[in-house]
């Protein structure tokens, strides 16, 4: 009896041909995949940075930057084409800025089932409020210890000069009605180092010259003579316990403290060396710590926020500058 055999031969190549292609295939997709995502994640960290970078200058400035963002996104073409970035909603007078950076890529294997490029485009909010806690100045000040009327400085123009007191002669003013109580020994100085762990928070006073906080950026009070420091400003006292109910941006022009040291521009104690004193309904006792210089915006990144407002009156607070997730 005569046996028939099919003839397979040939087929396990075209098996290995066709699992060839369909492999090949996937790699090719998996490849343009990769690098889609890889443009949709650096169009985000662009946005993110885009977005802070606007929200600081609201803070800062008060309007965004004329000679735009592009610092800080990659306009040069790699895996894209380049991005774009752009403010697409909010403005420094409504709390919020949205920005948007765009970038299109060329698909390199896509091509063959019709798809050529991609555009891959997205977003970011960043928003402002009042600032909870961050490394302060050690020197505490009343609400009171400001004048009712100034004008802020930011990071390109100075301020109204100020001389603020330790000590001051006010017991209530136009922004805070609660500001009895500071011991008569007071000076100003606090004990507790140079952290405020949070608003609402209560300062010792040092009841003397010391300055042995810890976490300070120094020791010495001349660093901070021309930097912007973060004042904690108190609404209470209790003795030598302070409440302190904001963090305020100062420029540091010059200090004096209980003695005869001092430094910046200052010629005496609470005396400039142009011979600025300060506002007279503000001035207060001249034997104990002084600061001079002008309010100014601050922002920062870190800190938190109380979540209230940090651009609602003349003493504007620190703001704490975020991303809106």
């Known amino acids: 009896m005569r046996l028939n055999h099919r003839d397979d031969a040939g087929v396990t190549t075209i098996l290995i041909v066709l699992c060839a292609a369909f492999l090949f295939g996937a790699i090719a997709i998996a490849v343009d995949v990769g690098r889609a995502v890889a443009v949709t994640r650096s169009a985000q960290n662009s946005a993110d ?14 309007a965004l930057s004329s000679a735009g963002y592009t610092r800080f996104i990659r306009t040069t073409a790699a895996i894209g084409h380049g ?20 970038e299109t890529m ?29 490394v302060i100045f050690p020197f505490a000040f009343s609400a009171c210890a400001f004048p009712d009327s100034f004008t802020m400085g930011n990071a390109t123009t100075a301020g109204t000069p100020m001389m603020l007191y ?9 922004r805070d009605s609660n500001t009895t109580g500071q011991s008569s020994n007071a000076k100003g100085f606090i004990t ?3 952290v405020l762990r949070a608003i609402g928070g209560t300062l010792t006073d040092a009841n003397g010259n010391s300055f042995t906080g810890t976490q300070c950026d120094s020791s010495d009070l001349d660093s901070y003579v021309g930097k912007d420091v973060l004042l904690p400003v108190w609404g209470s006292a209790s003795g030598t316990q302070y409440t302190i109910t904001s963090l305020v941006g100062f420029h540091v022009l010059g200090w004096s403290a209980n003695g005869s040291s001092r430094g910046g521009a200052m010629s005496g104690r609470c ?11 503000t001035r207060g006792d001249n034997t104990k710590p002084c600061l ?3 309010v100014t915006s601050f922002n920062s990144t870190s800190g938190g926020t109380t979540g209230a407002a940090c651009q609602t009156d003349t003493l504007r607070s620190a703001c704490f500058v975020y991303l809106d997730k």
């Not at 909010?125 to 961050?134: E, F, M, N």
């Open 49 to 62: 940075a885009v977005a802070l970078a606007m929200g600081k200058d609201c803070v800062e400035r008060g």
């Open 83 to 102: 991005q774009a970035a752009a403010l697409s909603a909010g403005s420094c007078t409504s709390g919020f800025v949205t920005a948007t950076a765009t």
């Open 106 to 134: 060329d698909y390199s294997f896509a091509k063959v089932i019709g798809m050529t490029t991609t555009t891959r485009t997205r977003s970011a909010t960043a928003k402002w409020a009042q600032l909870r806690a961050g």
């Open 166 to 174: 330790g000590q001051g002669v006010r017991t209530s003013c136009s």
């Open 192 to 194: 507790d180092g140079c």
């Open 271 to 281: 005396t400039a060396s142009n011979g600025f004193t300060g506002d007279p309904a």
């Open 292 to 294: 001079y210089g002008y």
